[in-house]
T-cell receptor, first 112, second 120 residues
Framework: GQQLNQSPQSMFIQEGEDVSMNCTSS?????WLWYKQEPGEGPVLLIALYKAGELTSNGRLTAQFGITRKDSFLNISASIPSDVGIYFC????????????FGPGTRLSVLP | DARVTQTPRHKVTEMGQEVTMRCQPI?????VFWYRQTMMQGLELLAYFRNRAPLDDSGMPKDRFSAEMPDATLATLKIQPSEPRDSAVYFC??????????????????FGPGTRLLVL
């Protein structure tokens, strides 16, 4: 089945730094979603992308839908301590179930 | 502020006991998903409902797990009998897929806070 890979698996950065992470797939996706999960909570949708090449921002977050449709990128500018969490990418599969597949996540730690 | 709600938030039980987890999707949503999250496997889809009808439960161990939607405001996930390997966080998510839409899953999914299950 379709699988997503995310890199890096984890990262430690200083407050104020910019962050970049990416998500790749061996299959083409027509939607990319980026979620953030904080400890003890469910994933929260950050950004949804629906078109190849699309660049969408949500505050300090910017995500791009790769031209090949096999990857997506998430950038966080001027990180703050509350950015700590696990960032997941997800996309819909086209198996008969039409469900979503999630990447393994990038764990972000922000040092003050 | 519409949210997916899940109960209970935490559950500790002994092996062999029945566990029932409940989910109230966001009002107006017509798709409901059950996921299991573990450190080793990440987020795994267990079951998927559209308009209360089960469309995909291939990720669910059939012998002990069952998922139902008695009505549009309630989805349940049951484990009977529970085993220690079932210990995980179980998330419910809901979304909206217009009727008549062919292909493509609900554009977005909104997750509940999860039920943390520990089977001793």
């Amino acid at each position: 089945g379709q699988q997503l890979n995310q890199s890096p698996q984890s990262m430690f950065i200083q407050e104020g730094e910019d962050v970049s992470m990416n998500c790749t797939s061996s299959s083409i996706f027509n939607t990319w979603l980026w979620y953030k999960q904080e400890p003890g909570e469910g994933p929260v949708l950050l950004i949804a992308l629906y078109k190849a090449g699309e660049l969408t921002s949500n505050g300090r977050l910017t995500a791009q839908f790769g031209i090949t449709r096999k990857d997506s990128f998430l950038n966080i500018s001027a990180s703050i301590p509350s950015d700590v969490g696990i960032y997941f990418c997800a996309g819909p599969t086209y198996n008969y179930g039409q469900n979503f597949v999630f990447g393994p996540g990038t764990r972000l730690s922000v040092l003050p | 502020d519409a949210r997916v709600t899940q109960t209970p938030r935490h559950k500790v039980t002994e092996m062999g006991q029945e566990v029932t987890m409940r989910c109230q999707p966001i009002l107006g949503h017509n798709t409901v998903f059950w996921y299991r999250q573990t450190m080793m496997q990440g987020l795994e889809l267990l079951a998927y409902f559209r308009n209360r009808a089960p469309l995909d439960d291939s990720g669910m161990p059939k012998d002990r797990f069952s998922a139902e939607m008695p009505d549009a405001t309630l989805a349940t996930l049951k484990i009977q009998p529970s085993e220690p390997r079932d210990s995980a966080v179980y998330f419910c998510a809901s979304g909206f897929l217009p009727d008549g839409t062919s292909g493509g899953a609900a554009k977005t999914q909104y997750f509940g806070p999860g039920t943390r299950l520990l089977v001793l």
